[in-house]
């Protein structure tokens, strides 16, 4: 696993305008590499406000829309279209406004689904798609170029919040989540192996609210107690911060440029 790199910008337009601009290169460069690239998206005004920005970034179109796969790393279990959903708000920021090939956006299922209110199945059945997408040897999930993640104020990373059993989780790479601290409490989250297995996992952290989370979870707490601290890359794990939220790290951490 990869030891986290750190880039601090000056605010949270500012990082999110800087993180789109770094994931439309990192998607093109997967692209021209192997023919299409790979990226599970998260949930929050982070995420969202990032995918906002690649909306309007100048290089937007670089990116060839139909070659993309797109995951997400949790869901709220709520009705299809519902406006509290991941893939509503992400719909909303850019998706309806980008030639995606519709049968490479993998939604997790919505509660009004074949599985009713059975999350768990609802879980086994997304787990069931990323094995179908998983090339040999990839351990149950697909190479993921990028994984996104939004960091909660508690260090909670898509829905693996901190103590609560989805976190403990060791073998199944996706899981019903109940009783969320985080509204709606019924979610279906990734795990920790499943966050483990993308080339890149990027942490997105931004405003004062994140500060005591950014510190704990990079100055060593374990995933139990800090799922963000368990959340890292096989080859890179970035976290994208803005100075509020970056304003209670050790020094040590700093990255040189912002020392
Ligand atoms: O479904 C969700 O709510 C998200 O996936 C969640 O993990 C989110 O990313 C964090 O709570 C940060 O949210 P903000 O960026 O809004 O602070």
Do not use: C
């Amino acid at each position: 696993m990869s030891a986290p790199q750190l880039v601090v910008h000056r605010d949270k337009e500012l990082m999110a305008q800087a993180a789109a601009a770094r994931l439309i290169t990192r998607i093109v460069d997967a692209q021209a590499a192997r023919g299409s690239a790979s990226v599970v998206l998260t949930g929050g005004r982070n995420g969202n406000g990032l995918l906002a920005a690649l909306g309007s970034a100048p290089a937007r179109d670089a990116v060839d829309w139909s070659r993309l796969d797109l995951w997400w790393g949790d869901e709220r279990y709520l009705p299809d279209g519902d406006p509290e959903r991941n893939v509503t708000q992400a719909r909303e920021a850019l998706l309806d406004r980008v030639p995606l090939d519709p049968a490479r956006v993998h939604a997790m299922p919505a509660s009004d689904g074949p599985y009713g209110d059975d999350v768990e199945a609802a879980a086994a059945a997304y787990a069931e798609e990323l094995a179908a997408a998983a090339g040999p040897g990839d351990g149950g999930v697909p190479a993921f170029d990028v994984l996104m993640l939004g960091v909660g104020p508690d260090t909670h990373v898509a829905s693996l919040f901190p103590e609560l059993p989805a976190v403990h989780e060791t073998e199944r790479t996706v899981v019903g989540v109940r009783g969320a601290p985080k509204p709606p409490p019924v979610r279906i989250s990734l795990t920790l192996p499943a966050i483990r297995a993308a080339r890149e996992v990027w942490l997105l952290a931004a405003g004062e609210d994140k500060a005591k989370a950014a510190a704990i979870a990079l100055s060593g707490a374990g995933e139990l107690q800090a799922p963000a601290a368990g959340a890292r890359g096989r080859s890179r794990t970035l976290w994208l911060l803005d100075s509020a939220a970056a304003s209670e790290l050790p020094r040590s951490l700093y990255p040189p440029a912002t020392a």
